[in-house]
């Protein structure tokens, strides 16, 4: 395996559960010095995909690479996992939680502990080295179960939902940590179905739904396929009329204003000229950029979603 | 971390993950209270028992009767019977202390015993054994008779009700009870007033005794004496029994009759068979929450980054292992020690006997059968352990293997009566009762094809076991499925019905 060749590849792969298809023909790669993100809502087989990649879960078709062979125990100590449900033994302390994953991975006792205590410091949890896992708040018990998936310094990461659960604070600090990690060359995958997370953070986007791939990309590819929106208001009359031929859709906002979800060939430069030509003077002009969110409701549809998030809560 | 450094040899399992997960485990119990008090159990037991020898309370102090006769025989018969009773008992114990003399010695002590009473056998054994003569002592008596303190029984209420007192060499004591017998001699009317009357030893005295009168006046009657009559039962030809594996060398005259070290080997694998069933109780119990914890914290998904399956199955085996032996380590030292103390120390004939009757292949071979045993039962208490979600789904699936396990207790009960009948034979080849059984049979000296029939087959069954419970934890473990996981695995699978 040369330095460009995929970490993880995905070629082809399903998966169901008593006959009911969980993943359906999905591929995709992840390279080295990536940060890859793997959305789309509950049970669109994100969790599926991911324990595939890590060989919890053998395909029923395709196959699975990792680090160029099959994945399993030649990856031990190479990866790093932050599964989606969390936990931590209450009766360990924080440093004794991550010194324990750590040595699982490898590491000796001396280095693990070391590695510990220097984590927890760096990350803000100094004064809880010796807190008991059950006394801790939530958000706390979640960052040092990150520190144990990644203690060791794996070549891979793998964080399945790492935002879910955090409150905006401790989000900013995650995402921190994230970019902290790849700053070092490090690569990371990682699902969420918050997509702002990932329009942050990532390189390239995977999206999934309903079990099937529906796009990989670029954040700005995906963007391409999100409907443009152009906030318009005027102290004239006739506006609506003027701009109704651009949209898909109009909305009036509470301040008045209205919001047009834009056609596919509607350009915002010939927008102000009809309005410029039916005398409407615009007190307001504002083209709003797409969110990852709206490319995706895009790609799959509205109905998509809905039946991806019900088939979850089922 | 580089990929070599982690990564075992294909196939083979890391050791020191199963033994960090194992120690986890292991130091997860250690550090709770219940762990201590169980494991210093013996130490306080002792401590306590050590506390009370030194102390002046007796908890079972003499019970003090009295008896008004009327009938001027019985009262003074059923004290000189109790006399005689107490006599035997003595000298029964004092010649059961003969086995603490070299073997060449005890038919001469046991003879002298016989003959001049247990004192004076009691008296030589100290004398022979000054170091330990406080330990070795008698039986104390239950019942001491005093004179009536009233005449009469109302005149006995107060002493009896506990208002008043006897005088016992400047001591005041409770009169416990009286025997008051009405009648004549030829018919007398016994009766005993106490009011401690749920256990009367008194009582079964006085039933003992007019026994034993009855007996005495039918023998009488056709001109015979109880004395014969007792001398004759005790004269009575008696059987020895004998071990065919001891016939060579032994001859018609002089035969190797089976003595107490023969069926020592048969109490050690009774021993080791409870030890076993011991082990897998308390070793379920920690198995089956520690898997419901594992599920709960959620832990074990991250773990399989690192760690295989049955890796993780094995580190909790050995850490619930550890855990039982670590609870028990007072006794297996406590027995450890007196053993290698007896070797070291005892009678230089017992020791070479006991060398005899446990030869090193016996020792391995139970050795095996202790080990294969608990991690048969300990791989299928993980597998349930992984499908249930809680402590009640435990107890529901664990059921079963109590119920298979208590039939193991059977086999130890009815393979000590019988060790060679079909059943044990039976029991001692097939897997779910084989650890227990064999270990019963090793002492009777089995077929070599049985024994290695049994460990094959319970071998193959531990790696049979072993592999379908991995795929059982594994499901239950990636599926968070519960106990009704398996009832749609069987209508589906089993029944061929659409679930």
Not at chain 2, 297 to 304: F, Q, V
Request: glycine share 8%; proline share 5%.
């Amino acid at each position: 395996m040369d330095a460009t060749s995929p970490i993880l590849r995905l070629n082809s792969v399903s998966k169901s559960f008593g006959g009911k298809p969980a993943v359906s023909d999905v591929s995709f790669e992840v390279r080295p010095g990536e940060i890859v993100g793997f959305l789309g809502p509950n049970g669109a087989g994100k969790t599926t995909s991911l324990r595939m990649a890590l060989g919890y879960v053998s395909p029923d078709a395709g196959d699975v690479s990792l680090f160029g062979g099959s994945p399993g125990e030649s990856a031990f100590g190479r990866v790093g996992f932050l599964p989606e449900e969390r936990g931590l033994y209450k009766k360990q302390n924080a440093r004794e939680s991550i010194a324990y994953m750590a040595r699982l991975n490898g590491m000796t006792r001396r280095d693990a502990f070391a590695t510990a205590d220097d984590m927890l410091d760096r990350y803000g949890l100094g004064d809880a080295k010796r807190k008991k896992n059950k006394d801790m708040s939530k958000g706390m018990a979640q960052k040092v179960q990150l520190l144990s998936a990644i203690a060791h310094d794996p070549e891979f990461y793998i964080l399945d939902e790492p935002f879910s659960g955090l409150d905006p604070v401790n989000q900013k600090v995650l995402e921190e940590m994230v970019r902290e990690i790849a700053s070092r060359g490090r690569t990371i995958l990682f699902s969420t179905h918050v997509m702002e997370h990932a329009e942050r953070l990532c390189d390239r986007i995977v999206l999934m739904s309903r079990g099937q791939k529906v796009f990989d990309g670029s954040v700005p590819e995906a963007l391409d396929h999100a409907p443009r929106r152009v906030i318009l208001a005027s102290e004239n009359s006739g506006l609506t009329e003027a701009v109704t031929s651009f949209a898909q859709d109009v909305e009036r906002r509470e301040d008045g204003a209205l919001d047009l979800l834009l056609k596919r060939d509607a350009q915002t430069p010939d927008i102000l000229e009809r309005c410029v030509q039916a005398g409407v003077r615009l007190t307001r002009f504002e083209p709003m950029r797409a969110s990852l969110h709206e490319a995706f409701v895009a790609l799959v549809g509205e109905d998509a979603l809905e039946s991806d998030m019900s088939e979850e809560t089922a | 971390m580089s990929a070599s450094s982690n990564a075992s040899r294909k196939g083979l399992p890391n050791f020191s993950r199963i033994w960090l997960i194992a120690m986890r485990d292991f130091m997860g119990y250690v550090k709770t209270w219940g762990f201590w008090l169980s494991f210093l159990f013996p130490v306080i037991g002792l401590g306590f028992g050590i506390m009370m020898e030194s102390s002046d309370i007796d908890f079972s102090p003499p019970r003090y009767e009295t008896v008004i006769d009327q009938t001027g025989v019985h009262g003074q018969g059923i004290m000189d019977f109790y006399a005689a009773e107490r006599e035997e008992q003595m000298t029964s114990s004092v010649l059961a202390m003969a086995i603490l003399l070299p073997e060449s010695e005890q038919e001469d002590f046991r003879e002298r015993v016989e003959r001049d009473g247990a004192d004076a056998g009691m008296a030589e054994l100290q004398a022979r054994y000054p170091a330990a003569a406080e330990q070795i002592e008698l039986p104390k008596a239950t019942m001491i008779f005093v004179d009536p303190p009233a005449p009469t029984l109302p005149g006995l209420t107060a002493w009896l009700d506990g208002d008043r007192s006897l005088d016992i060499d400047g001591k005041a004591a409770r009169l416990n009870g009286a025997i008051v017998i009405r009648g004549t001699a030829e018919d007398p009317q016994p009766q005993y007033w106490s009011k401690n009357f749920n256990n009367a030893p008194a009582e079964r005295l006085i039933n003992r005794y007019f026994r034993d009168l009855a007996k005495r006046r039918y023998l009488e009657a056709g001109g015979l004496s109880a004395a014969g009559y007792d001398e004759a039962v005790s004269g009575r030809t008696r059987v020895d029994v004998f071990d065919p594996a001891e016939l060579s060398g032994a001859t018609e005259d002089d035969a190797a009759a089976i003595s107490m070290l023969d069926r020592l080997p048969f109490f050690a694998g009774i021993g080791l068979s409870f030890f076993l069933l011991m082990s897998i109780f308390a070793g379920s119990f920690m198995l089956l929450t520690s898997m419901i914890e594992e599920k709960m914290n959620k832990l074990l998904e991250m773990m399989l980054a690192s760690t295989r399956f049955s890796e993780i199955m094995l580190g909790k085996m050995l850490g619930a292992a550890m855990l039982t032996m670590a609870s028990l380590a007072p006794y297996i030292i406590l027995t450890l020690g007196g053993l290698i103390g007896f070797l070291i120390f005892g009678n230089p004939e017992q020791v070479a006997a006991i060398r005899e009757a446990f030869p090193l292949s016996t020792i391995v071979t139970s050795f095996a059968f202790l080990v294969l045993g608990y991690v048969f039962y300990a791989s299928i208490l993980i597998a349930l352990g992984a499908l249930a979600q809680s402590m009640q789904d435990a107890q529901t699936l664990s059921l079963p293997i109590m119920l298979v396990m208590f039939m193991g207790i059977g086999v130890i009960m009815f393979g000590f009566n019988a060790p060679d009948s079909t059943l044990v034979t039976f029991a001692s080849i097939f897997p779910l009762t084989s650890p227990f059984a064999m270990m019963i049979r090793l002492a009777s000296d089995p077929p070599l094809w049985q024994v290695l029939l049994s460990l094959g087959l319970l071998a193959a069954s531990v790696v049979g076991v072993m592999s379908v419970c991995a795929r059982i934890f594994r499901f239950g473990v990636l599926s968070g499925s519960g106990v009704g996981a398996i009832g749609r695995w069987f209508r589906k699978t089993i029944l061929r019905k659409a679930v």
